[in-house]
Every structure is written in C-alpha cells, then in structure tokens.
C-alpha cells in the first residue's frame, strides 16, 4: 500500500513544493511519480525513485529508498497544477497512492 | 512519435461484457510490457493489469482478477482487455500503458478509452 501525503496542496507560481509518498513495506527504489491533467494521459516525471524522465523540466527532483519517498517541485510553473501519484513496481498488484492534488492558491 | 490508441469502450448493462484495445505505434511493440491502469469518477488511478512483453507473464488486481483478462497479439502491436460480469464500480476511464523493463515504468499512455456500466 502506498500512502500519499498532503491528499491535496495549494500553492503560488514560485513556490518550492514537497509531495511524500510512503510504502507499507520496502520497496528499494522501485517507485515511479506521475502528474496527471484532466482529460490526458498521465505523464512520467521521475522513476526508479530519483531518476528524472527525458523532456521533463530539471525543477521536478524525486529522492528516496526503503519505504519512504518524495517528489520536490523546486519553483512552481503554471502549468505545474495537476494531480500527482506515487507508484510501486516492486511486486504486484503495482499500487499507486491517493493521489496529491496541486492547487493555485 | 511513440503513442497509444484506445478504442471499444462505451455503454453496457452490469453483468454485460466488453473488450477494449490498445494499438501501439512508433516503436517496438513486443520488446515492452504493457499494463491497464483505471480512474473511476472523481477517484485516483487504479492499476489493474500487466502483460509481459513475449512470454504471457500476466497480473490482475483483484478487484478484476476472475472478470478481467488481458491479451496482446505483437503481430498487431496490440493489446486487449476482456472484461465480463461488468459492475458499475468498474465504470472508468481505462488507459493502456507501455511498460519499459529498465526502469520499471510506464513511459507513454493512451489518452484512454470511457467504459460506463449502467442499466
């Protein structure tokens, strides 16, 4: 089970923000971040827990290992508001978290 | 340009059946495993399925494991997800995925295929 926290944050355009995502049991570092839009197809940001996906802006970082995990937006970009979910590829069923909904304040 | 197109879903009675396909184009379909990840109304994403890329290795979760099945034809660079006994709590935006062995993700989705279930 994968558990995201905040469910949701609100936050200004310039903002350093920190989503955490923390495993039921140890994953080594087999977590992927995505950022879903409404109406499009979820993208990868950030996978095997810190290794940033071709095209994707260097202001998304992802650190962590064991159980225990986050995603670092250094400075908020407009188009930064989305939802963003942690995922396990460790075993099956290959879980994601809740969910973090990122809001303009 | 990698992508990949969902189609076949739309409205059915619970306890109907439907089959959504995934075509994928732009790369080599059967060097990648591909996966069948859901969002129920106002819910987070839900995976639900893998396929290996050659040999049929096959996972469900369980909340479809007995329903659900999961195929691909690499001839057709394909992949496909029966789904019998349909509930409403399956009435989702069902998205395919390309899975990518060396990092244990899924690095391009389709832009998913509705299914309703609904009397």
């Known amino acids: 089970q994968m558990t995201q926290s905040p469910s949701s944050l609100s936050a200004s355009v310039g903002d350093r923000v920190t989503i955490t995502c923390r495993a039921s049991q140890s994953i080594s570092s087999y977590l992927t971040w995505y950022q879903h839009k409404p109406g499009k197809a979820p993208k990868l940001l950030i996978y095997a827990a810190s290794s940033l996906q071709s095209g994707v802006p260097s202001r998304f970082s992802g650190s962590g290992s064991g159980t225990d995990f986050t995603l670092t937006i250094s400075s908020l970009q407009p188009e930064d508001f989305a939802t963003y979910y942690c995922?396990?590829?460790?075993?099956?069923?290959?879980?994601f978290g809740q969910g973090t909904k990122l809001e303009i304040k | 340009q990698e992508q990949l197109v969902e189609s076949g879903g739309g409205l059915v009675k619970p306890g109907g059946s439907l089959r959504v396909s995934c075509a994928g184009s732009?790369?080599?379909?059967?060097?990648?495993?591909m996966s069948w990840i859901r969002q129920a109304p106002g819910k987070g994403l839900e995976w639900i399925s893998y396929?290996?890329?050659?040999?049929?290795?096959?996972y469900y979760a369980d909340s479809v494991s007995g329903r659900f099945t999961i195929s691909r034809d690499n001839a057709k660079d394909s992949v496909y997800l029966q789904m019998n006994s349909l509930r409403a709590e399956d009435t989702a935006v069902y998205y395919c995925?390309?899975?990518?062995?060396?990092?244990?993700?899924?690095?391009?989705w389709g832009q998913g295929t509705t299914v309703t279930v609904s009397s």
């Open positions: 396929i290996s890329s050659r040999d049929n290795t096959i």
């Open positions: 995922q396990q590829s460790y075993s099956t069923p290959q879980t």
């Open positions: 732009g790369f080599t379909f059967s060097d990648y495993y």
């Open positions: 995925a390309r899975g990518d062995y060396s990092s244990s993700s899924m690095d391009v």
